[in-house]
């Protein structure tokens, strides 16, 4: 059995918005690696073995992938929304790079629908423009860099979309973010707030800047910042495709 | 019968990428309305009317659409990629705002695999950390807003990802853009030039900026530009997850 590793999106969870390509390599797979909430989206049968890991182990569960493949095993690493969004694909090559060994393998990364793309379509078409796409999380770079990369984006005037905007261990620093964007953004700009985009739990909210408040994110919400020309349309979002 | 408007992205060219669901809506549609390329990929069938129509006519496409829905007819829209990015959604809700009959439609946007992130996937994850997304055509905006985005991109050390960046209607633009990026980026900066990605045609091609030429790229054409911290792991290049 000659081994390979595929690295796929599963999308933000409506089974409906899952690629046919990614069904099909989920088909042939004998090994499906992944955080454990996604893991749990793979139904289970025989000769295929599940590994779901915890939270903050990329590093570990790309080597045990690696491994595998390189063992001779149909791998799949799976992530929500795309691979290459905030998600598995960086940690597997970051693995990859100081192993020559693991250059010569069959490994190929499947794309899916990210969160943003799913969020704004739900709310209209609020990154129909030209848009820049930030993780606010702190764990693996310096609050000084989201800060900067937050200044150039409103320096642009871009569209933002924002991935992991809150959680637990992180309660401070959306509220830093709403914060540079109240000095910086006019009070009208449009916030939608996406939680949950395509599952039973969905929900949707657009408010002004100046009604934005930093509880209205959690670790499920992808927040949309429109750029100085989004507007609404009738119960939409969208922004225009052209600068006057 | 009461008319629908689905937008729908047809993802970036393999059938494998188009979702379930927009393979869904199609099957229930009563007309399909798009780019000429773009309804060429939708099969014929008895109760189906096809409306291709040609580029640069985007409004009276999406006024088309929304009368045929306002009519009763189930309508879906075309568009390549996914329809929030530079493609029909946000020209449908420009012709929306404007008419209040149009604001109680039972209008929803599909999403799909848009180009980057399929260009992205095939060339490893170089759009794995914050990264911008710029449309290169100054069809309609001001040259002098892309080179402020640009230039905004560059401070923030943020990838990007250029749609449109040639075409033999403006054979000049992309060159200016290489420029800027030579004057404001060191030359080793990775670059990768996507062509037809997911198609037969595919194409890709990773050079640093210093080797990049403006005839690299053509209409088919996604460049993805690193960041500083973008790299090379085996045949594959990635942009790690960490900031140090």
Same mark, same amino acid.
């Given at each position: 059995?000659?081994?390979?590793?595929? /690295?796929?999106?599963?999308?933000?969870?409506?089974?409906?918005?899952?690629?046919?390509?990614?069904?099909?390599?989920?088909?042939?797979?004998?090994?499906?690696?992944g955080y454990i909430?996604?893991?749990?989206? /793979?139904?289970? !049968?025989?000769?295929?073995?599940?590994?779901?890991?915890?939270?903050?182990?990329?590093?570990?569960?790309?080597?045990?992938?690696?491994?595998?493949?390189?063992?001779?095993?149909?791998?799949?690493?799976?992530?929500?929304?795309?691979?290459?969004?905030?998600?598995?694909?960086?940690?597997?090559?970051?693995?990859?790079?100081?192993?020559?060994?693991?250059?010569?393998?069959?490994?190929?990364?499947?794309?899916?629908?990210?969160?943003?793309?799913?969020?704004?379509?739900?709310?209209?078409?609020?990154?129909?423009?030209? *848009?820049?796409?930030?993780?606010?999380?702190?764990?693996?770079?310096?609050?000084?860099? /989201?800060?900067?990369?937050?200044?150039?984006?409103v320096a642009g005037? *871009? %569209?933002?979309? *924002?991935?992991?905007?809150?959680?637990?261990?992180?309660?401070?620093?959306?509220?830093?973010?709403?914060?540079?964007?109240? !000095?910086?953004?006019?009070?009208?700009?449009?916030?939608? *707030? %996406?939680?949950?985009?395509?599952?039973?739990?969905?929900?949707?909210?657009?408010?002004?800047?100046?009604?934005?408040?930093?509880?209205?994110?959690?670790? !499920?919400?992808?927040?949309?910042?429109?750029?100085?020309?989004?507007?609404?349309?009738?119960?939409?979002?969208?922004?225009?495709?052209?600068?006057?």
């Amino acid at each position: 059995m000659t081994g390979w590793l595929r /690295i796929v999106g599963l999308g933000p969870g409506a089974e409906g918005m899952v690629t046919p390509e990614v069904t099909g390599v989920l088909a042939q797979a004998t090994d499906v690696v992944g955080y454990i909430p996604y893991v749990a989206r /793979i139904a289970p !049968r025989n000769g295929l073995t599940l590994y779901p890991s915890d939270n903050r182990v990329e590093a570990d569960r790309a080597l045990h992938a690696l491994t595998l493949a390189a063992a001779g095993r149909r791998v799949v690493v799976v992530s929500s929304g795309d691979p290459g969004v905030f998600a598995m694909a960086s940690a597997v090559f970051e693995v990859v790079e100081p192993h020559p060994a693991f250059h010569a393998l069959d490994i190929a990364v499947l794309p899916g629908i990210t969160a943003m793309l799913a969020a704004a379509a739900a709310a209209g078409a609020p990154l129909g423009h030209d *848009f820049c796409t930030i993780n606010l999380s702190d764990n693996l770079k310096p609050w000084a860099t /989201i800060e900067r990369r937050l200044l150039a984006a409103v320096a642009g005037d *871009f %569209a933002m979309a *924002f991935y992991n905007p809150r959680s637990r261990a992180r309660p401070e620093g959306f509220g830093r973010v709403l914060d540079l964007l109240t !000095r910086t953004c006019e009070p009208g700009r449009l916030i939608t *707030f %996406a939680r949950a985009v395509s599952t039973p739990d969905q929900s949707l909210r657009t408010v002004t800047l100046a009604e934005a408040r930093p509880e209205m994110a959690d670790m !499920r919400t992808v927040v949309l910042i429109g750029s100085s020309a989004t507007r609404r349309a009738g119960p939409w979002i969208y922004t225009p495709r052209g600068v006057a």
